[in-house]
């Protein structure tokens, strides 16, 4: 029956059929192939999600929890809504209004956010220059602040974690320019009271890595040390420090 189909092909097929043979015979004789040995450490399961990255600057599979109109993905801290300035695709603290935090509750994700000081009163300096923050979890603080010719402690700077982890290079732009923070935070996991992983957070400001896989020693504290206490997954939270900090283009990426 082969011998049929064989002799039906024309010369070149025939060619490349013994030709295949012969090939298969001598590598049969030596072994697997290189080709063979190669797939043996494929790994084709799983197929990674699509995800589309041209149709908008946010990816498909994105939360967004801000994208200039409205703040409905989030309220205040103190109860009821979240009542910052929302004017021309722009969020910005209403200083004494308190924080706001999102609705949705976050365990490990990719944030991305733009932020934006305003023109600074010069008399005011360090910690006091247009300060605000982003909260993971409503409890660990990647610094916000206008870090740009105003120097102060380097662990509170932007790009810090706040009091625990200088930023590795400051990377701030001038005031009234808009500036990204791209950020990885894994939360901790805790096994009834018992701390058995702690956070860790990666901070890109503007493109530039400020913290690399930095492993936080609990909480933000403003006085004293950090000390980890048991908690679940939770909101992401702005902070009103009382100054003109505006935001836009924010989504999240649980992981
Ligand atoms: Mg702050």
Redesign the pocket.
């Known amino acids: 029956m082969l011998n049929q189909y064989f002799n039906q092909l024309n010369a070149t097929a025939k060619t490349v059929v013994v030709s295949s043979l012969l090939c298969f015979t001598v590598n049969a004789a030596d072994g697997p192939t290189n080709y063979q040995k190669a797939q043996v450490t494929e790994v084709w399961q799983p197929e990674p999600a699509i995800v589309d990255t041209h149709s908008s600057a946010i990816p498909s599979d994105a939360e967004v929890l801000f994208t200039g109109d409205d703040l409905a993905q989030w309220q205040s801290v103190k109860g009821g809504p979240a009542n910052w300035t929302v004017d021309n695709g722009t969020v910005t603290v209403k200083p004494g209004s308190g924080d706001i935090k999102t609705k949705n509750k976050y365990c490990d994700v990719q944030l991305h956010l733009e932020w934006k000081t305003p023109t600074p009163d010069l008399k005011k300096k360090g910690q006091g220059r247009n ?3 982003v909260f993971f979890q409503q409890r660990y ?1 990647i ?3 206008d870090s740009y010719q105003n120097r102060t402690y380097s662990n509170g700077q932007a790009g810090s974690v ?1 009091k625990q982890h200088i930023p590795l290079v400051n990377a701030t732009r001038p005031p009234e320019t808009w500036q990204t923070y791209d950020i990885i935070f894994n939360a901790p996991r805790f096994d009834g009271d018992k701390l058995i992983k702690p956070a860790y957070v990666t901070v890109l400001h503007n493109g530039v890595l400020v913290q690399n896989h930095v492993q936080l020693q609990g909480p933000t504290s403003y006085i004293g040390l950090p000390q980890y206490k048991a908690h679940g997954c939770d909101s992401i939270k702005l ?1 009103d ?1 009382g100054n003109f900090v505006s935001y836009r283009n924010i989504w999240v990426r649980p992981l």
């Open positions: 300060n605000s923050g603080e610094q916000i602040l706040y902070q420090h």
